[in-house]
């Protein structure tokens, strides 16, 4: 099969994963190769001739996707309805001490959301104060939105002395290339910077333009006297021992339940990085991609 038929068929089959059919600038977005205009819209449509891929109402997919497209159009709207809440939400963070940058990630940064989606942000904080900085976070949602994650979901923060990610795959390629940057977008411009092997998965990503009101983070009054009185080697040791607090916490209750590598990717804390995804989403999600590219490739072999 041709490069791009198959990078075509790749992207189509991991966005297949999520029951998330594509548009063409979707696919072009997300292919895993350059490619122009032309060759593309043949490519696409030889696919589609042959039944390689499906098409309804402008969109693509392959296993059932686009069975049901108004699924998709009602989940895109939602994020339409729910996005200034999302925006608001992000400056807000922003004002927090030791924040250095903050972005949409997870469903909402593409677009999509439904009744039960989360409102996911990533956030890049000042250096060695990622806990002391989460720590007031967690500590505003407890206080003022009953612990609630519906609106403001904290589970990946990072630290700017070290941005880089650690796991290089089309999972976390995807998730970086699609953040939306609120505030901090200079410092969103050097985390993109800093992870360049996601031009290796999405060479066709395209950095978001910083705008006066995405850059930088004004902090009130009451940031700047928290930041103040944590900046020294008490605010050094507050970090640390909330570092260390989580960690404990976290293994005590799932140490037990996965292996090393797993804990790792679904409880990691450390000084430069905090991420809590305690369904294990992104093995899943890579786990049946593959699958899914195994099977298409296998049912290729057979019809042939």
């Not at 996965?258 to 989403?281: A, Y």
């Not at 899943?284 to 699958?291: C, G, R």
């Amino acid at each position: 099969m041709p490069i791009l038929d198959e990078s075509i068929i790749r992207t189509l089959l991991y966005f297949d994963v999520f029951n998330y059919p594509l548009n063409k600038n979707e696919i072009e977005k997300h292919l895993g190769c350059e490619v122009s205009q032309p060759q593309f819209d043949q490519a696409l449509q030889m696919l589609a001739s042959a039944s390689y891929i499906k098409t309804s109402n402008n969109f693509y997919g392959i296993n059932g996707s686009v069975s049901d497209t108004s699924i998709r159009i009602a989940a895109n709207q939602k994020a339409v309805e729910r996005m200034p809440k999302a925006v608001r939400n992000a400056k807000l963070i922003s004002k927090f001490p030791f924040i250095s940058a903050v972005c949409l990630s997870g469903t909402i940064s593409k677009g999509v959301m439904d009744e039960e989606a989360d409102i996911d942000y990533f956030i890049i904080t000042k250096p060695q104060r990622l806990w002391v900085a989460k720590s007031f976070l967690v500590l505003y949602k407890r206080i003022f939105l009953a612990n609630s994650r519906k609106n403001f979901c904290i589970n990946y923060l990072i630290s700017e002395e070290d941005l880089a990610i650690k796991e290089q795959n089309i999972f976390t390629a995807i998730e970086t290339a699609t953040l939306i940057p609120i505030k901090g977008c200079e410092v969103y411009n050097q985390f993109i910077k800093t992870n360049n092997w996601v031009y290796n998965y999405q060479p066709n990503f395209k950095v978001v333009s910083a705008t006066k009101e995405s850059t930088g983070t004004s902090k009130p009054w009451w940031s700047k006297i928290l930041e103040f009185t944590f900046k020294g080697k008490l605010g050094e040791k507050l970090d640390l021992k909330m570092m260390n607090k989580v960690r404990k916490n976290y293994i005590q209750q799932y140490k037990g339940e996965f292996t090393d590598q797993e804990f790792e990717l679904m409880f990691r804390s450390s000084r430069t990085q905090s991420k809590v995804h305690n369904s294990n989403h992104q093995m899943k999600i890579l786990n049946k991609y593959e699958s899914s590219v195994t099977d298409f490739l296998s049912k290729m072999e057979t019809t042939k």
